[in-house]
């Protein structure tokens, strides 16, 4: 299957700062990439959809001035978590499809710790 | 609203035999199905899909049914192997305007293979 990867792994930042995770599709165009978050036993909630040069698609309840996303090139896809809180921890997993295609492949994840 | 639902929280199961993890979907616009495994720390990896034109998609332990009148559907693993311990998601996706693409992930089954 696609590679996707996603860096950093794990970071732990400081209540009110700013983290900014990559997700990047390593042998094929992404043209959508998708943003999840997933609590402790818990499903994946989806919180963004990302298309290539236009804007994010935010999930109802996701608060997009807190979560910005940019997907600036077929590979690359930000998400940056702003004034992050301790709430905000959690595994952030993207993923990344191909144009007209069901199948998602998926990061690593990144684990956010805020203290 | 858990448009995709599964229902067992966890699945234990002996070495070499069936391993079956159920699904249900109250979406009748969902047109296509997935199932996902992932280990704890890591994103979910890909493992079989189904259409809704189909009743059953097999690749080599894996099998995927759907009934689509019940909207359920369930992966048989046969023979399990302690290796396939791990969470296990399904997914469902529209085919329709702004949900192309989109995944609804169930709640998850673990499932723990006995040597």
């Known amino acids: 299957g696609a590679v996707v990867s996603q860096h950093p792994s794990r970071v732990i930042c400081k209540s009110g700062t700013s983290v900014k995770i990559e997700c990047r599709s390593l042998?094929?165009?992404?043209?959508?990439m998708f943003w999840y978050r997933q609590f402790p036993k818990k499903s994946l909630m989806l919180m963004a959809t990302?298309?290539?040069?236009?804007?994010?698609?935010?999930e109802q309840g996701v608060e997009k001035d807190k979560f910005l996303i940019n997907h600036a090139s077929l590979t690359l896809s930000t998400l940056t978590v702003t004034s992050a809180h301790p709430e905000d921890s959690s595994f952030y997993i993207c993923?990344?499809?191909?144009?007209?295609?069901?199948?998602?492949?998926f990061g690593p994840g990144t684990r956010l710790t805020v203290t | 609203d858990q448009q995709v639902k599964q229902n067992s929280p966890s699945l234990s199961v002996q070495e070499g035999r069936i391993s079956i993890l159920n699904c249900d979907y109250t979406?009748?616009?969902?047109?296509?199905f997935l199932w996902y495994k992932k280990y704890p720390a890591e994103g979910p990896t890909f493992l079989i899909s189904?259409?809704?034109?189909?009743d059953k998609n097999e690749d080599g332990r894996f099998t995927v049914f759907l009934n689509k009148s019940a909207k359920h559907l369930s992966l048989h693993i046969v023979p399990s192997q302690p290796g396939d311990s791990a969470v296990y998601f399904c997914?469902?996706?529209?085919?329709?305007?702004?949900?192309?693409?989109?995944?609804?992930f169930g709640q998850g089954t673990i499932l723990t293979v006995h040597p």
């Open positions: 993923s990344a499809g191909a144009a007209f295609s069901y199948e998602q492949y």
């Open positions: 042998d094929f165009q992404a043209t959508t």
């Open positions: 990302s298309n290539e040069g236009s804007k994010a698609t935010y």
């Open positions: 979406n009748s616009m969902f047109d296509y």
């Open positions: 189904i259409s809704s034109i189909k």
């Open positions: 997914a469902a996706s529209a085919r329709s305007g702004t949900s192309y693409g989109k995944l609804t």
